[in-house]
């Protein structure tokens, strides 16, 4: 049975990131190599992963050099940092917000919510959110989540 995950802000090749967001990898090789493996470890060829931005810095080539090695269909909502992605790299691209029953799934926070819906995003990495959801890889041990847990 397929399942759907979600997850953001892996910022592969981002060196700067470790520093900037006190993630525990000592190099960017070493943060690539183990959000690989979580992923694997959680994801099948036949699940589905919501991507909700920031998933490389670095364009097309690292892009898709990473995306090789991940189980799954990724649907990358573009965060700030994709601009330079495009399809080619294994993705499906959705540019905005994606609503799946009543979570608003968006790379940053909504300043407004319609009522009766939920925010689950990205792009604040290990702040806090004032309402919705994170799904910040530092919010989700470096891994990707079901959907169902979140809901």
């Known amino acids: 049975m397929t399942k759907i995950f979600i997850t953001a802000d892996q910022h592969f090749y981002h060196g700067n990131i470790i520093k900037y967001c006190n993630r525990p990898f000592k190099t960017y090789q070493e943060m690539n190599e183990v959000m690989i493996k979580k992923w694997n470890d959680k994801v099948s060829e036949n ?18 050099e990473i995306r090789s090695k ?69 919010q989700t041990n470096y891994e990707p989540i079901e959907l169902d847990n979140i809901i």
């Open 47 to 64: 699940d589905i992963v919501i991507h909700l931005g920031d998933f490389s810095l670095f364009g097309n080539e690292k892009a898709k």
């Open 70 to 138: 991940l189980n799954g269909t990724i649907i990358l909502i573009r965060g700030n940092h994709d601009y330079k992605l495009t399809e080619d790299c294994g993705f499906i691209i959705v540019e905005g917000n994606l609503i799946i029953g009543n979570n608003i799934l968006s790379h940053k926070p909504l300043q407004e919510i319609p009522e009766g819906f939920v925010n689950v995003f990205g792009h604040i990495h290990h702040h806090k959110a004032y309402s919705g959801k994170c799904v910040c890889v530092e």
